[in-house]
């Protein structure tokens, strides 16, 4: 405050303050008008400089269901993850993959995940087998991520909307991360030499879009979701099917629900 | 002071102003305002494009397309699985053109037999199924269901018949033990085929003086397992399971 | 394609079973196994010169001060393999300035810093200056100038004075011992931690690390004793060597039993991850763990040591009672042995613990390279470097108890 503003007030309003007082109030409607088109104005271009103004990251808790039942092994979840993402083609890199399991009835169990699923699996027709599914994999989004435990810089993080990201230009490539993680989720990009992983598809979920590999499954075993919405898919699926996690004894508590989980999966 | 503690004291000064310095300027500013992190990485993240713009974004224009794929089977099936990423066709739809494929290797992608395929999706053997006839010759990709309606049940439930061919009961037909009504081949889900409810059943063909064959196995149902009924043991598509 | 994937390319056909597509790539390789190596030789040469100070072991003393160079020269290298592995080196002042307080690894700024300046060389200071003051008066050129700097100006040679770097550095030493544990602990800590990864989660690494830092940091000084003994025509100190001998030879049965502890204990609890981990162990890693960590680097040098060392008394003599010109050189064999032993070891530990998959459904295997920073040669370099660092130091600072300069010639001389 200036110090012009810090003088008294007279007890009464007189002359030009008494006439102002009565006469400002008629100008307050237009004057109201003319704000109204301003901020209108710089709404828009708040909106154009970045949706995530009027998003506010703290009412949401991104989560995802899977039903292995329903996946059918196509491999589009992971060819898609890589278009969207640019993660590089190589099959050592993935962010999302799909396995596939055979149980055979003298309890061995042969797991196999030919380039990560992309491109589909080999119609191999074993005897003796008790059950054979496949199973989508992807990072779990923990709530108690041990990555972000261990990284020793703060480059890998928890948001306050509950996805956990890695901010590429603080990494310093230690590879800590990759070894905490419990699901193999991580790996090291060949160029930027830095940690990378699933990120929900987070350039897409905040402006109310899916992952991309939840775009494009064709018998929706993938169900994307926010936790604190009431009323969601993931809600119902939560609510219809026996839901399980991977490696829930080390409490990592993963957001990645699985629906009838066999046993057999690691 | 000594002089030992006095020098020391000098040079340790000297390397903690100079680290404190240091981290006055390398600490990025939004380090720590979130939690520990750099507050600035998660609008880096958010601003990356999209390569996938959704099934919403194709109806404005294609939407006859769009109304035909959603009142058929392929509705689950979004444009972007076949057609490929299509953000930036929609930033420039005359510039960028999407891929529809057309040759035989694309379908069996989904619907080519595979046993971890869960029972009843539709599949066929790509090597069997009219061989040398495109895949949309017969069936439109936005509305697939084939020009008649298949006759066999091995075209949906491919892993049982399978399983069947190569098992004892493999000159049974589905219809011997299961009755199906036609429905079940419009709304699978809503009209079930029926399932044998008792021993007896089975009996028909393998209780000890039935009438069958000389060489099907034979139990006197009276003191076999009867707290049981038959296929909580026996496995009816693959009787005795090697 | 990126250079990584042809090795990366012929990794995929030696799978056995399944890994997770993304452990095709094996994250901590030879300079992850470096580093511990290093670390430990500092936490054991300190260790072994602390015995010295704090536990008068009079008949050590003559390897007091080369272990305190040998500590520096490796302390000094330690950081560099970290630096090579980083993906971003550059970044690496990120530890010191944000460390996550949560993470083993962020401690590694402030351990090293706090070890390197506050323990280390302090107190290669309080017990090098005034040999620094007096022979910087009869030296001419850099070496002058070179004991001039080291002195840091503080130049008081009275009573009071040497009393007062007697005392600090005594504190120092007192204080050293439990940074060395921290400096190598926190290593074990860093492994042991890793819950989704049953080769290394457990109680017990951090204490293994440790045994197993000292008993190579033992070895080591032995073995520079017995080498700068032997280039310098000096005699070796026989009751010293035999102290080295027996204070080895304790070491390495406590680090033993701890390693057949953790082992006896995985067999017997046999829990899930029992199965792919002995199929690890009979495969992949047989030679590094049984042949050369068992039997060639613990099991034959502690049987050797227990033999004929006099520390084992029967009747006041040793078990076998040999010369001591083969006593010696039966020493320098167990100790080379045990260097490889303890490098097995901490191979085993980092690499043995990326051969099979989180999944612990297969094993996969670890293509190490020839060239590049992740590979052999560099690997070599490294372990080279410290013993160019000895020299220097050693050149600068010698460590030569006939070099000493006592603080009675001091005295006696201020008196003049």
Redesign the interface.
């Known amino acids: 405050m200036r110090d012009s503003e810090m003088r008294l007030e007279p007890s009464e309003p007189t002359g030009r303050r008494a006439f102002l007082s009565k006469a400002l109030p008629a100008f307050v409607p237009l004057v109201a008008l003319l704000q109204s088109g301003r901020s209108e104005q710089s709404q828009k271009e708040a909106a154009k400089q970045g949706e995530t103004r009027s998003y506010r990251a703290s009412q949401h808790d991104y989560a995802m269901g899977v039903d292995p039942s329903r996946c059918i092994g196509c491999g589009q979840c992971a060819e898609a993850c890589k278009t969207e993402n640019d993660v590089p083609e190589e099959p050592f890199y993935f962010r999302t993959w799909i396995e596939r399991y055979s149980v055979h009835s003298d309890r061995e169990t042969v797991v196999s995940s030919p380039n990560g699923g992309i491109g589909g699996f080999p119609a191999v027709t074993e005897r003796g087998v008790l059950r054979t599914f496949f199973v989508p994999k992807l990072c779990n989004q923990c709530a108690n991520p041990p990555c972000v435990q261990v990284c020793p810089v703060g480059a890998t993080f928890k948001t306050q909307d509950g996805v956990v990201l890695v901010d590429s230009s603080y990494c310093i490539g230690c590879r800590y991360c990759i070894q905490a993680c419990p699901y193999g989720a991580r790996f090291m990009h060949p160029v930027t030499h830095t940690a990378e992983k699933c990120t929900f598809c987070y350039h897409r979920i905040v402006k109310g879009h899916v992952p991309a590999c939840v775009e494009v499954c064709p018998t929706q075993a993938r169900i994307f979701g926010d936790l604190k919405e009431r009323a969601s898919p993931l809600m119902r699926f939560r609510r219809q099917n026996a839901v399980q996690v991977l490696k829930a004894d080390l409490n990592t508590e993963p957001k990645v629900y699985y629906a009838n989980l066999d046993g057999e999966v690691r | 002071m000594n002089q030992q503690t006095s020098r020391l004291l000098v040079v340790f000064g000297v390397m903690i102003g100079a680290l404190l310095t240091a981290r006055h300027f390398l600490v990025p500013k939004t380090f720590g305002k979130l939690g520990h992190y750099r507050a600035a990485a998660v609008d880096v993240v958010a601003a990356n494009k999209a390569k996938y713009a959704g099934k919403e974004a194709c109806a404005p224009c294609h939407d006859e397309i769009v109304q035909t794929h959603d009142t058929h089977r392929h509705i689950s099936v979004t444009c972007e699985v076949c057609h490929g990423a299509a953000a930036a066709h929609i930033d420039a739809p005359t510039e960028v053109k999407l891929r529809a494929p057309r040759e035989r290797g694309q379908c069996p992608l989904c619907h080519g037999y595979n046993p971890s395929r869960p029972t009843g999706f539709p599949q066929i053997d790509p090597a069997t199924h009219n061989p040398a006839k495109a895949c949309i010759s017969c069936h439109n990709p936005h509305a697939p269901e084939p020009p008649r309606t298949p006759e066999a049940c091995s075209a949906c439930h491919g892993g049982i018949a399978r399983e069947k061919a190569v098992s004892p009961h493999a000159s049974l037909e589905c219809t011997e033990c299961h009755q199906v009504d036609k429905q079940h081949k419009v709304t699978p889900r809503l009209s079930t085929p029926t399932k044998p409810a008792s021993r007896e059943f089975c009996g028909r063909c393998h209780a000890t003086g039935a009438k069958s064959a000389p060489g099907i196995p034979k139990v006197d149902l009276a003191t076999h397992e009867e707290r049981y009924v038959c296929w909580q043991c026996h496995y009816p598509h693959s009787p005795e399971l090697k | 394609?990126?250079e990584?994937?042809q090795p990366?390319a012929e990794v995929?056909q030696q799978i056995k079973?399944?890994?997770?597509?993304?452990?095709?790539?094996l994250?901590?390789g030879l300079l992850v196994v470096v580093y511990p190596y290093i670390t430990g030789l500092v936490a054991g040469a300190f260790i072994l010169a602390s015995l010295e100070r704090v536990f008068n072991v009079r008949e050590v003393q003559p390897t007091y001060r080369l272990s305190l160079l040998t500590a520096l020269a490796f302390l000094i290298i330690a950081p560099l393999p970290l630096l090579a592995?980083?993906?971003?080196?550059e970044?690496?002042?990120?530890?010191?300035?944000?460390?996550?307080v949560?993470?083993?690894?962020?401690m590694?700024g402030f351990v090293y810093a706090w070890y390197l300046?506050v323990v280390l060389l302090?107190e290669i200071w309080?017990d090098y200056?005034k040999d620094a003051i007096v022979w910087a008066k009869d030296e001419r050129g850099w070496k002058k100038w070179a004991h001039r700097l080291f002195t840091?100006?503080?130049?008081?040679l009275s009573e009071?004075?040497l009393r007062?770097?007697r005392r600090?550095g005594r504190f120092l030493t007192l204080i050293g011992i439990p940074s060395a544990f921290l400096l190598h602990g926190y290593v074990g800590f860093?492994f042991g931690?890793?819950?989704?990864?049953p080769w290394w989660s457990s109680v017990l690494i951090p204490i293994v690390f440790l045994f197993s830092a000292i008993v190579s940091g033992i070895a080591m000084v032995l073995v520079l004793y017995m080498l700068t003994c032997l280039v310098r025509g000096k005699e070796i100190d026989m009751p010293c060597a035999d102290k080295l001998a027996s204070f080895l030879l304790y070491a390495l049965i406590v680090d033993f039993s701890l390693e057949m502890l953790d082992f006896i204990h995985r067999l017997y609890q046999a829990e899930e991850s029992i199965r792919i981990l002995s199929q690890m162990i009979s495969s992949r890693l047989f030679l590094s763990l049984v042949v050369l960590q068992l039997l060639l680097g613990t099991l034959i040098p502690m049987i050797g040591l227990m033999v004929i060392s006099p520390a084992f008394r029967t009747h006041g003599r040793a078990v076998l009672k040999v010369p001591p010109e083969l006593r010696r050189l039966i020493y320098f064999a167990a100790a080379l042995l045990i260097q490889m032993g303890i490098f097995s070891t901490r191979w085993n530990v980092v690499v043995g613990?990326?051969l099979f998959?989180?999944?612990?459904?297969g094993l996969t295997v670890y293509k190490m390279e020839l060239l590049g920073l992740e590979g052999f040669f560099m690997s070599a370099l490294l372990l080279i470097m410290p013993f160019v660092v000895l020299y220097l130091l050693v050149t600068v600072l010698p460590p030569w108890p006939d070099k000493e300069v006592h603080p009675e010639s001091i005295v006696v001389a201020a008196a003049e």
Request: charged share 15%.
């Open positions: 394609m990126m990584a994937a990366l995929l079973g399944y890994i997770y597509p993304n452990e095709v790539e994250h901590w592995h980083l993906g971003h080196p970044r690496s002042f990120e530890i010191f300035f944000t460390p996550n949560h993470s083993a690894m962020a590694f300046m302090l309080f200056r840091l100006g503080a130049n008081d009071r004075s007062f770097d600090a860093i931690s890793v819950k989704a990864n613990g990326q998959s989180k999944s612990l459904r």
